[in-house]
């Protein structure tokens, strides 16, 4: 996936917004080859993310049902050219994550020895790897797991958030999320304290039931997908609860469920944050923790549909705002966004790691 060819039209070209009454399937995985072959050069400030950006690809054209149009076993091989590996076992505690690099700026080949230069390994990025390992029917088994688990407990903070990488970064929810997912993927949990994360969680609950992306700050719609997703891989809320008799009494549910349904905005999207415009990510976000509460169906749906096709683009893809240019990051969660609304042209989700059921549950 290099990315030195314009592939989008610049903005000066008429509306990109899409004439069609429905969503478009099959200009989806278009426009999601089109990004498979060749990046546009807008990306090339993202190269520092070159995986995750494979990873709305990969993952998109899983949801579209698209997987025969990509070489699984390059894919494979690719995604594995990223892991950093330890020399030896006693390097897995040393502080250093032997996950997966994002791209190849941030990876060094190893010296004479065979010792690694510089380990840019990063938590976001060692969870996209995974997940489109999983997307792709990688054996998990011929991963280097243990140390990925091992070595991620260098990065759990004493009041149980994760940094993403060991030269020091912000802590908060994005990383404490992607430590639970690796995990989960994993099946190894040696890689953090679940005790200690779980009370950093529910310390990011503010007073109006949503979660902030630290401990006392403003609630937010990825922050609180983030906390509601990481504690139930963690086991510890159940699916559903709302249709539960006694439901999970670690959060404050009843509240954290309003906070969600005041999120829809006047024009059927959702909002992050109070007084800010409807952006289609967030139709992910909130929609999914309110999936995993049991409240998906409490939402105007006709409503919600209709914003993101005002959002759906006529190359392809989804835009941020209506009348927008699409991009990868808000194409994949629009394409979430419809697979929550049950869309029949897309795969069904599993919300809780962002990728299709048929992908989370396969061995």
């Known amino acids: 996936m290099d990315s030195d060819s314009t592939l989008l039209e610049d903005s000066s070209t008429p509306s990109p917004s899409s004439s069609s009454s429905g969503f478009d399937r099959d200009r989806h995985v278009m426009f999601l080859e089109m990004m498979y072959q060749l990046l546009p050069f807008q990306y090339q400030t993202q190269e520092i993310n070159h995986l995750t950006l494979a990873y709305f690809v990969i993952s998109g054209l899983d949801l579209l049902g698209a997987m025969d149009r990509v070489d699984k076993d390059k894919i494979a091989n690719w995604v594995l050219s990223f892991q950093a590996l330890p020399t030896n076992k006693a390097e897995k505690t040393t502080g250093e994550l032997y996950g997966f690099c994002g791209s190849r700026s941030s990876q060094f080949p190893p010296d004479e020895n065979g010792d690694l230069i510089h380990n840019g390994s990063h938590l976001a990025s060692t969870y996209c790897a995974l ?3 999983k997307v792709i029917g990688y054996d998990f088994s011929n991963i280097n797991s243990e140390s990925i688990a091992i070595s991620m407990r260098n990065l759990q903070q004493s009041d149980g958030s994760f940094v993403p990488i060991h030269i020091g970064a912000e802590a908060d929810l994005r990383f404490v999320y992607c430590a639970a997912a690796i995990c989960y993927m994993l099946e190894n949990w040696s890689g953090m304290d679940r005790q200690k994360t779980k009370t950093y969680i529910l310390n990011c609950q503010s007073y109006d039931g949503g979660f ?6 403003e609630s937010h719609g990825g922050g609180t997908y983030c906390a509601i ?3 139930r891989l963690m086991g510890f809320i159940e699916d559903d609860p709302l249709s539960r008799d006694n439901p999970s009494s670690i959060i404050n549910v009843p509240l954290l469920l309003e906070w ?3 999120k829809q905005a006047a024009d059927g999207g959702f909002q992050g944050r109070p007084n ?3 952006d289609t990510c967030y139709a992910f976000w909130i929609g999914s923790t ?6 998906l169906d409490l939402i105007d749906k006709k409503a919600l549909k209709a914003f993101l096709l005002t959002c759906q683009s006529k190359y392809g893809g989804f835009s941020k705002f209506p009348m927008d240019f699409p991009d990868l990051y808000h194409s994949y969660y629009g394409f979430t966004a419809f697979s929550l609304l049950e869309e029949p042209d897309i795969n069904s989700l599993f919300v809780e790691l962002g990728i299709t059921d048929v992908s989370a549950w396969r061995i």
């Open 260 to 262: 969600c349904l005041q």
């Open 131 to 133: 997940v489109i390992l």
């Open 229 to 231: 997703a990481s504690l």
């Open 212 to 217: 902030g992306l630290t401990p006392g700050s």
């Open 290 to 295: 309110l999936r995993i509460l049991g409240g």
């Open 276 to 278: 800010k415009p409807a």
